[in-house]
């Protein structure tokens, strides 16, 4: 069944006329799924029972069942395992920093990228989420949040899956909860990951939007990106860097690089200056975090004063550079362990 979250508010409306109902009933429904997080027929009391009964017989409202919550040591990341209505598993995970509740999401089951450190990319492509899955996960979490009167701060799409590989219903999904009459989530407080789809980059930078880039780079000659990101052979550095460049001409907004730090690997003073080199006079940022292990992969992590000269070279050339922290190691909720433990 269609999910409830899969319709925007337009759509609703048009529904809502062919049922033959008044067109406020739409803005009755959207704003206590999108302000009250109510998220099930019953609770629209708002409504006229003939109404809710007809939605719960077109609508699916719960899109995810939570399999199984993981909280990490500190008690500040939790991760949560979803089954979707086809069975098909995906996680989402939540990050609280001091003044933050960074929410990470997924936009596929598996991902076909293969990413060679990757625990999502290890388990292959299943298929896209529809814009409503991906919308449910952070309804999912805001109502958690709502609970203990806290909210979501930010929405990174840097779970399973590659969100440009299901731009329609990334980009879709992104609207629905950026809609002033509903979720309202402001377009620059969402981060999208992409591993470098060309194609899709440039697409994003000629709709000139808000929405903050994230390029997971990871190495700067193609070699060795090729080794790590089998999609480096269709879409090289310099491609790669070319699309990134008419983004930010397109934008005026600055670009995140992101750089997983693998021991000896990627973290050399060599591969810091040939980056450097690379996107020295761009407006961009260099993230860069320790590898999470993954069950797959033999790689290990950079070590803490590898990382500081990394870094270091970074901003000898005036590229700033920040070294993350890793989160929920303990739960293989880090970034590429999403799938591992399932
Ligand atoms: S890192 Fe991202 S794009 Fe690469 S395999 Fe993993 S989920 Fe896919």
Redesign the pocket.
Known sequence: MRLIYDLDLPELTSLMIEWGEPVYRAHQIWQRLYRQYWNSSEQFTNIPTSLRDRLAENFEFQALALATALNSSDGQTVKSLFKLQDGRSIEAVLMRYEKRNTLCISS?AG?????V??????MGFKRNLSSGEIVAQVMYYALMLHKETNVVTNVVL?????PF?NYDNTLAAIDRLNDPQGYNFGARRFTI???GLVPAIRRFAAEKRQINLAI?LHAADDALRTSM?P?NKRYPIEELLAACREYIAATGRRITFEWALINEVNDTPEQATLLAKRLKGMLCHVNAIPLNPTQGYSGQATTRERAEKFKQVLESYGIPCTIRLRRGIDIQAG??Q?ASKV
């Open positions: 596929q991902c076909a990228m293969g990413c450190f990757c625990a999502t990319g290890q840097m779970g399973m899956g590659e590989h990951s992409t591993v997971s990101l999609v970034c590429g999403l």
